[in-house]
């Protein structure tokens, strides 16, 4: 992703805090200890990685792939207990989309932080009221589920209460990115037919919370608009410090105009060589009119 101007940040994805520690004196625990700890390495093999360790002047983690005792996963466990954030193993069920999760040590990370942070500073922290943040785009294929679902784990990785609401009832992705399966979400709550139950934890990553589409319904439009859709966003208020909102794009329907307005702030997505400026000033254009405050912009270029 790129930068342009001082309105647009730019971003990508990010990896989570754990709860694992650091010792008492402030000094992380040695990895082979955590390894050894955890039932991943025995104390014979560890000796023989420490052994290498010191007669190639390597680290541990590179002495022990080296010799064949550790994978890239058990060093990634271990690197996670030490520096505090979730461990992802690469056979999750987690779409690898979620680099956010699976690569906390990426270029891409670094950016999506600094985008985590102006939020912050432009919205999140301006007032009680200011919890949720529609992520939109003029056209299809812009990245808004993707920017969406990465953006949600680096604030859940800050330790705020995080919301990842996917909008999108008509072609909903957020519940394939978290392998959540068909279920309840925010259509069958704004009809009646469900309630808080409906929103999911995601274990593997602490402060994260999703509320799928649910099933999808003949009048998105309708149901985003009526009363009940703005109720539920401030009670969901009440237990969440940050709601991220997924949306389809603004070219196929009115359903991000409302749930901007519903949220009273936006984050515009577009894709590079794709996005089309003259919709995209067109959108951004009437946004403004409807009083929706442009926190910022993302240029998309994966």
């Known amino acids: 992703m790129t930068t342009q101007n001082s309105q647009i940040v730019r971003s990508i994805p990010l990896a989570k805090a754990s709860s694992h520690s650091l010792a008492e004196t402030g000094h992380a625990t040695p990895m082979g200890s955590i390894l050894i700890d955890s039932g991943r390495l025995s104390i014979g093999n560890a000796e023989k990685i420490l052994t290498y360790q010191r007669e190639n002047g390597v680290r541990f983690g590179e002495a022990g792939r080296a010799l064949g005792l550790l994978t890239e996963d058990d060093v990634r466990f271990a690197l996670s207990v030490q520096f505090h954030y979730s461990y992802i193993p690469s056979g999750s069920s987690l779409s690898q989309e979620l680099i956010a999760a699976y690569q906390p040590d990426s270029p891409q990370v670094e950016e999506l932080r600094m985008l985590r942070s102006q939020l912050m500073l432009r919205w999140f922290n301006n007032g009680a ?21 990465n953006l949600a784990i680096v604030f859940s990785q800050l330790g705020e209460r995080t919301l990842l609401i996917d909008a999108d009832m008509r072609v909903p992705r957020q519940h ?29 990553l602490p402060n994260l919370s999703v509320l799928t589409a649910g099933a999808i319904p003949p009048n998105p439009q309708e149901l985003l608009g009526r009363q009940s859709f703005s109720k539920l966003l401030i009670s969901l208020g009440e237990h969440f410090d940050v709601m991220i909102i997924d949306t389809p794009p603004a070219s196929a329907c009115a359903d991000a105009h409302t749930v901007a307005v519903r949220t009273g ?17 067109q959108f951004t254009h009437s946004l403004r009119e409807f009083g929706v405050t442009l926190v910022g912009s993302v240029l998309n270029d994966t």
């Open 129 to 149: 009221d200011h919890k949720g943040l529609a992520v939109a785009s003029a056209g299809p294929g812009d990245g808004r589920s993707y920017i969406a679902a």
């Open 176 to 204: 394939k990115l978290f392998s959540l399966g068909k279920r309840a979400g925010l259509s069958d709550i704004l009809v009646g037919r469900a309630g808080s139950d409906a929103i999911v934890s995601i274990d593997a």
């Open 265 to 281: 702030a936006a984050l515009i997505v577009a894709r590079q060589d794709k996005s089309s400026m003259v919709q995209l000033g």
